[in-house]
């Protein structure tokens, strides 16, 4: 009887071992474990990625207390784009297009049903040419949503007149001639070895 469990006990071991021996095997040749990173490929895409070397100078003025006209508009090397205000005191104040984009968001957020609807600030700037230039970018392609519903018989109004308004369609016309596009592959961040870097990462946790 020992040595039936003797035998029988050695008999286990080396299935095991064998067992353990292919399973090895199999893990460092990668088969069977095409699931966990054989799609990368697949995964993998492409867009454009598009620059403008032009961007807009818009002048704003108050005509009265809180209401606001563009005096006029022009094309600008795209790193000195800026909203000049001048305010019925008298002073000026120069907005970047990050202060534009603070505005116009903070008019989207508070006001969505009316934006548009009145001759603030944040209206110059979301129909003028700045909103123009501001919606070229992907990150900014929601604000072409609320200009969308103008069809530029809403904007015309918001220009101290017809010229004024004929001379931003041509700064605007700049812009979008200056554009350049690229096209960018991108591929998941995990890579081909996501699967097997995050198990790692938690054995080492």
Known sequence: MTQLRKGSFIKRAKDI?????????????????TGCGSNED?????????????????????????????????SVDADKSVAIVTYLDGHTDSLSTAA????????????????????????MLLYG?????????????????????????????FYSDPNVYNRSQSAVQQVNASRTTRTVTARPKGGRNGFFGRSAGRSGG
């Open 100 to 123: 534009a984009k603070a505005l116009i968001d903070d008019e989207i957020k508070n006001n969505n049903a009316n934006v548009g609807h009145h001759s603030g600030l944040s209206s």
């Open 17 to 33: 071992s064998i067992s353990g021996a292919l399973a090895l095997a199999i893990l460092s040749s990668g088969i069977g474990m």
């Open 42 to 74: 697949e995964e993998a895409y492409s867009y454009e990625e598009s620059s403008y070397s032009k961007g807009i100078r818009s002048h704003i003025k108050e005509v009265k207390p809180g209401e606001f006209k563009i005096t006029d508009e022009e």
């Open 129 to 157: 040419g700045m909103g123009y230039m501001l919606g070229r970018s992907s990150g900014n392609s929601y604000m072409n949503n609320f200009r969308g519903r103008d069809n530029g018989n809403m904007a015309r109004g």
